[in-house]
């Protein structure tokens, strides 16, 4: 049996992290990366990557997709290159037209149909029309605020309010998440961003909390969300940022999804350079009232960076097994890591 | 459209919670009720449950199943009747061959191919023959120790090592459960229990390791399990249950899946009654090593009676939607609280 084929898009942090990922695995080989980036167009991967070449044939860098489009080699497009549904569309458009299955990392992918429904009706159409799957995954959205508070939910008989709360560092970001989040501003620099809309803060309370109460069958009544300015009140420095007293240390993203005119889902989530310096601890917490009630915490938090990384690589073999279409998280098998031969998960 | 129709067969403590839960939900009506306990046959369930009757027909108990198993008044059958899958065989036999969906709540049967190879595949053999589902679940094993194990693992690049801890209190359970732990007895007692087999002490290690190995694709080279006393230094005392100083509290049971010499997978699973009187904690803890690692906790530990009567009413929806044959909880989208009505579940 071959080696599933594989083409990553878009060769940023998270596409090279899971062709490193990819290159650990057994029965599945990269055929192909395409980026934009002309400083690595013409390269071979294996000069921007930490896991050596080993038996893998060489991939060089191309930033033409359309000689990548074809069946014979490739069985799946992992698509790195958006965090918004519009942005992605014609790109995704073009796997599936080809015939190829496709996992998204834009985080609004995670449950289109939150923003975007009327793109996620044509993306669940065309793929259908092709006979191919194409899903959105990541760590969150796609598992810490959505998925694992839905699992959780699973064992319980009566659910009466959800709070998820993603506490996380962004010490081991690069420079590019620094300008997002607002890491080092001023105060008023932060106001003019968020009115902007130049700052992104976290893209996926929309997506995690709609995930929520469809896969739980809440109908929502309003759906809101805030983005603070988290001030440090002492100097911090992080390898690729750094926050002056008084100055921006990150964003507290806060969301709530509504029944009647009670919040329902419940999030939170502050994302900082050096939390810990005033004494915030990082982790990953879920606290679901009802019957039973649960309080899970994980600590520290679920890596944000690798955690995505993984979750689309070890997605791959679910989106091969699954039914034609647009789907998300709550409606294939649960994620798990591959330690074995990735061709063995394949249903014959 | 009409409702989903439920059969419940064995009314202890398992199907009467499901009763009581199936009673709160939308879409979805007890049809009948079979149980071979003289003191309830013909009687009301209604004069057995918590919920009150309400717009729900009145279902009489029966000890004859043969009458239930009808596809007009029967869409699935919950069966709680038995741990081990060569007890439940004949009966599941019998439901499925009727053309009727099963669940059950055997702990042997969260992944019969662990323990019973040739009964699981003679099950499977039967659903798809009569074009129907069947599914063992629970909550442990059928989640804790297993399947969100397994969901975590898929925030993972690479898995090294597994541990998992469930620590309870038998203080809520009855006198059943007390003599099936030795709850009371003598250390002498307790070791005579152990080499007659007549103490069970928890059924799932070898299915919640075999779970997780196949999941992940690893190959186990041995699975071992021990089964120890907890002695208590204080008296303890539950409502249905009481040790005295030196008398045994509960059980210690512990198990291990071996990747050729080395533990790869590593159970704890202390169950007694009032672990508190002695300074242990209840929770459920899981801890990965790998990349990234993850740690987490459940504090306190997930009620296993109401878990695994919400598991199993819970899944009825993906059980339904789900292609023919025996499957597993890694088969199936991940388990959900049902807020809404449970019709609006299936796929049409």
Known sequence: MKNIHVVIWG??????????????????EITGVCDRNPAIINTSIFSLLEEPKRNHPDVIITDDITTLLDKEICDIVLLATDSFTKNAFPKMKQVLEAGINCISTAEEMAYPKAQEPELAKELDAIAKAHNVTLLGTGINPGFIMDLLVIALSGTMKRVDHIEANRVNSLSPFG????????????????????????????????????????????PLTRFEQQMKPIVTTVDRKSPYGEAKKGHVAGVNMTGQGYVGNDVFIDMKHPQQIEPEMEGTHTGDYITIKGVPEINMGIQPEIDGGIGTIAMCVNMIPHVLNSKPGLKTMIDLPVPRAILGDMRDLIDS
């Open 11 to 28: 060769f940023g942090a998270m596409g090279k992290g899971m062709a490193d990922m990819l290159l650990t695995k057994k029965g599945v």
């Open 175 to 218: 420079p590019a998440v620094m300008e997002e989040q607002g890491v080092g501003i001023t105060l008023e620099e932060f106001h003019q961003g968020v009115d902007s809309k130049t700052l992104a803060g976290h893209v996926g309370f929309a997506e995690s909390i709609q995930m929520i109460a469809d896969a739980l069958g809440v």
